[in-house]
């Protein structure tokens, strides 16, 4: 099969995504017309290389991979963010030292062997947890997501912000999350039949505080200490952080310091002056938990550039707080029509999925989209769609469908559609 | 339910794996008599916490979790191994800057724009990849597990060595890995009838190569450029490397220059001197891809200390180079007894598995073991079995049981049952 019999799935160019396992289609190599063994020995062939280390690093060539932009408000240390560079990666673990970060005073030096976890409130027995107690305990590990709230509310600017992947969208990762079942401390503790809700509060300078209904905590939520293998690193909770899979990432309290059993939600500052939703009506939704079905294009995208014409892979991450992504479609025709990406085999729960479509591109401007549903049915919405009913000062939970648009000259920029 | 009722599961102390899920049974935690909510307010939440970072760093309390040891050969720069701190880890993917290292020369340091990967021998069109040619072919991800051929040969000596998980088996490692199918290079160069063999060289000093059956390259080999997300480190192969999910890590040959389609093996100085398997009989196996399954206990082992006599998880990684685990059986009592281990949600072929078992340790002496099943069937053998009819030469594709003694002092010794 060569390029020009590859069967199409939608319009301008997007191909059936078995072509990805059929031959002779790319033409991205070069030919050899001399020699084929005429390779010359590189000048790193000819000498020993470099020795074992300790703890490995990326190479020198790699150095723009970096966390960015690092943004702290005016006069304060560390209340901002940095985004994970999701246009340079792939597949769907984020490397722990690229992981987002979002603070609202700074990371704290905590000393694990002084810092305790106290659960109290509405329980039979007051407990607390040294680091060395809480490792007797049961632990899970589960790879999934974790979102900002206020991931892409770029998006909500009246005209597209020309900035990249990461800038834009760059407030979620993924990793291996592994910890101790908030509900088996709590049954060790003892709920009282009044208790419905939790707050947790961490041990940074802000004492970040939320309040958590205590259905998700005996469903799924852990009090983690390990990512992606290893102790949590110190802008991701060390030693310990609260983990509520699928919900917004602010209530997954990191440092965390304490769990306080209430009859109802606490309505801490962090609640109430943010992360609460003002509609257009003037009402605020105050808790808006789980995170939204929602894809984007990873590659290409801002800042990327395509060479000649020619086939190329669109590849993008997909996610939803409600479970599994069942499907992700892809465009390349503005919306008009839409043809089913592959998805890499690991499709977890709440997780990152990578989706990928072959794409022929004629080398004249186009609009590439993406549109994720999960396995409850929920499908990706238009920015139109999650714009109706908003106030317009409201900032969280934007999960429209991103447009990237490939210009005749190979580059691509931000468009609404 | 506390902890004597919870229902055992096998012989001294082994509980049902749903204990897990119930309240009551650690006792870990210390109670509360004072007042509750009077933890002191420590030093660090009296004044903003640090920045923001390009690149996240593992918090300095946890300097100890470091690849170990580091081994070159006498007189030679970068040939040895360094292992990944299994009894430190928790979960099943590894950090990159963790990942065990083997090299024949050290590591190379590579041009990503000067490097190329040519693919010729048999095949119809001789062709070279530059990095920017392969950006353009169809991408997968799987998160698998890669083990060195040699790990755990420490565990043929006579007498049990006294060493950590790492030193004895930390040649294995998992990664979320990303890149190109070999199978669609090789068809657009056009595999010749008569290949039925590659040959693939890697970049280095040493050149190091080996012959692989084109069945498993067209199955499922990738030329690998993502390792957990980001691109490889130089130590896994930087730029680019090949990888053969569950056969032996040496042909996973990193820092991948040539693929030479071949009509047999090329018997190359690394598959005639090294990597073949000495039987007692004086043939030598020369062939021996996959990687058996296997299962290690990483916590309690040597070097951990257990506390006060009490329930304990025991947790610990299994594999096989055959596809997923099916069953972890544990036993406390030196095989007599065995009981089935909770397994983490995200059982990925060719991929570590941890699995998790409760243990009442009543503060006496007792060894410990862990036996997988992988998903056709094969069992971890005993080490009797495994040193049966080889030579004592002998040193590649261990994968015995292993027992850890654990005192009556809480200390943890290397045993052979």
Known sequence: MSEFDAPPAAGNGLLDRRVFLRAGIIGG????TANATALEREKWMQMPGAGMSESGA???????????????????TGAGASRTPLQ?????????????????????????AQHKLLIHGLVERPLTFSMEALARY???SRIQFLECSGNSGTSLASEPVQASCAQIHGLVSASEWGGVPLSVLLEEAGVKAEGKWIVADGADAAMMSRSVPLDKIMDDAIVALYQNGEPLRPSNGYPMRLFLPGWEGNMSVKWLRTIKVLDRPAMTKDETSKYSD????????????PMGVKSVIT?????????AAGVYQISGIAWSGAGKIRRVEVSADGGKSWADAALDAHVLPKCLTRFRSAWRWDGSAAVILSRATDEAGNVQPSREVVLKGRSSAAFYHYNGIQAWRVGADGEVSNVYV
């Open 58 to 76: 990326p190479s020198g060539h790699e150095s723009h991979i970096v966390r960015s932009p690092i943004g702290s408000q005016p006069g304060t």
């Open 138 to 140: 049961p632990t899970v």
């Open 299 to 307: 590659s290409p995208s801002f800042g990327l550039s395509m060479g």
């Open 29 to 32: 190599a070069a030919l050899m």
């Open 278 to 289: 003002l509609q257009a009506d003037g009402v605020s939704k105050l808790f808006s938990f």
């Open 88 to 112: 340079f990666l792939d597949g769907v673990i984020t490397p722990s030292r690229l992981h987002f970060e979002r603070h609202h005073s700074g990371i704290p030096d905590i000393d694990p």
